[in-house]
């Protein structure tokens, strides 16, 4: 499951490139977006992390997973049709949070999940599982892309659906960790 962050970010990484060549906005610009989509992917994660104290890792890592479901096409299509920077950072910080505000409560969750002697290796092997698996999306994304570009706004969508699908999965089978007792 937390793999798939990479999957995200590497989307997110493809951001530039997507904003500089098919929404056709300048260096500066795309500068000042990207300052905004970190800005926002740091402070939705810590939002997310908190609201897991509150209501469970599952529900909150699930909530967000649903909202990436819903929203990340029209994310897409509204950055792509934004007539100025006011609406593509609007779109941005939108996307931004559908995309990976969600992964706030991962870290607690991985810490929580395994026992005190195999916790670290448990935890690396996961996450860098998952880097492996999460990269190559954008690969086949950029493969699919180059097939034609009219597509590109749906590929991208489809790639945060994919990685949210596979989030609720794992939110299904695995148990709540929040108020576990990690000490054992």
Do not use: H
């Not at 939108?94 to 002697?117: C, D, H, K, N």
């Not at 493969?143 to 699908?165: A, D, F, W």
Request: proline fraction near 4%; avoid cysteine; charge should be neutral.
């Amino acid at each position: 499951m937390t793999g798939l962050m990479y999957t995200y970010y590497t989307s997110i990484g493809f951001y530039p490139t997507f904003l500089q060549n098919y929404v056709e906005i300048e260096k500066t610009e795309v500068s000042l977006l990207m300052i905004v989509a970190t800005t926002t992917s740091l402070f939705g994660q810590i939002f997310t992390g908190y609201l897991s104290q509150r209501i469970g890792r599952k529900k909150a890592i699930g909530y967000f997973a649903m909202v990436a479901i819903a929203f990340a096409i029209p994310a897409f299509y509204g950055l792509y049709q934004a007539e100025s920077a006011f609406e593509r950072i609007a779109y941005t910080v939108v996307l931004i949070v559908v995309a990976t505000t969600g992964f706030g409560p991962i870290p607690a969750f991985l810490s929580e999940r395994f026992p005190t002697e195999v916790r670290n290796s448990a935890s690396g092997f996961i996450y860098n599982g998952g880097l492996i698996f999460g990269s190559w999306a954008p690969l086949i994304a950029v493969t699919m892309i180059s097939k034609g570009s009219e597509l590109i706004l749906v590929l991208l969508g489809i790639n945060v659906i994919i990685g949210s699908i596979i989030i609720l999965i794992g939110v299904k089978i695995n148990p709540e960790t929040r108020d576990v007792d990690i000490s054992k």
